[in-house]
């Protein structure tokens, strides 16, 4: 299933409210929980963490992707979260992080994990179409800027 | 074998559609008495990409390796075990590389006269068109392309096979 059919708006936060690393992550598995997409939000930040605990996966030009193998899906999830302000989440290029994809894959679906992730690293090569993400003001905004890519 | 299509390659990623695509081909293949391939392209380019971008630390790199390694053996076992079960010889084939690019050098060097693959899935964006990478095989290589549709009815036609 290709990337832009799992951004729906009920998996997408504008704005996030968090201001720290820890806080982003939880926020975005609880947007997840509320939209029925997860159960477990503790099993679900205990494995985001610990792959940020390897290095961070903060890009560059405010933008993260964190991710990671979890028990706690069936398929492929993803979250999108937009901070205008920006949170510190240890970005290589040391700014803040405004725009976030969340991925989350069951063990045994490397394949489709890794296609949504390289659709992301494609996506984030558009600085453009990435500021007008940032700039977006709903979930409905942020879904249709997708679907028109 | 003295018809147009003598070797058939049939497109493996372990999606639903395309196994869908591998029953059809070993009908085909019988009909036809053509010979079989299937292929399953370990997506080193893509584990590459998300190094480079720094998605990936190459830890992660080597554990999804082995993990798309382990997938193709699974997928190919599958795709093999259909094909015996309707006494179909198979020659089944990993590779690892840019998805589109070994399947274009696979039916280069083996000859093909067929590739099939798997319904592809809907275009939500120029994007999606240009990055698909079944899509980007079927527009590049040199032989006819079969894309397998209707499930229901691919199944009917594999389970009446004798």
Not at chain 2, 48 to 54: G, M, P, Q, T, V
Not at chain 2, 72 to 94: M, P
Not at chain 2, 120 to 139: C, W
């Amino acid at each position: 299933m290709a990337l832009v059919d799992l951004i729906r708006p009920e998996v997408v936060k504008v704005p996030l409210v968090s201001t720290t690393k820890s806080e982003v992550i939880r926020e975005l598995a609880e947007c997840l929980r509320d939209a029925g997409k997860i159960s477990d939000v503790e099993a679900v930040v205990e494995a985001l963490m610990k792959r940020e605990s390897m290095g961070s996966t903060g890009l560059e030009q405010g933008i993260a992707v964190p991710h990671a193998k979890t028990q706690a899906v069936h398929a492929l999830t993803v979250a999108v979260g937009i901070s205008p302000k920006g949170i510190d989440f240890q970005a290589i290029d040391g700014n803040p992080s405004k725009l976030f994809f969340l991925l989350l894959a069951p063990p045994d679906q490397s394949g489709p994990h890794i296609e949504a992730l390289a659709d992301i690293a494609r996506i984030t090569k558009s600085q453009a179409f990435c500021r007008t993400l940032i700039g977006a003001t709903s979930p409905a905004e942020v879904v249709e800027l997708f679907s028109e890519d | 074998m003295n018809g147009p299509i003598k070797k058939i390659l049939v497109y493996v990623d372990g999606t639903e559609s395309s196994i869908t695509a591998a029953q059809y081909a070993v009908v085909l293949s019988r009909t036809l008495r053509a010979e079989l391939s299937a292929l399953y392209v370990v997506n080193t380019r893509a584990l590459e990409d998300l190094l480079k971008a720094r998605i990936f630390i190459k830890a992660e790199e080597e554990e999804y390796k082995r993990d798309l390694e382990a997938d193709a053996n699974r997928y190919l076992n599958h795709v093999q075990s259909l094909a015996r079960k309707k006494g179909v010889a198979i020659e089944a084939v990993s590779v690892s590389g840019a998805v589109h690019q070994e399947i274009k050098k696979y039916v280069r060097e083996s000859e093909i006269d067929l590739l099939i693959i798997g319904e592809l899935s809907h275009v939500r964006s120029r994007r999606d068109e240009f990055y698909n990478e079944a899509e980007r095989a079927m527009r590049s290589v040199s032989c006819s392309v079969l894309i397998v549709k209707d499930e229901d009815r691919v199944w009917e036609l594999y389970d009446a096979l004798t």
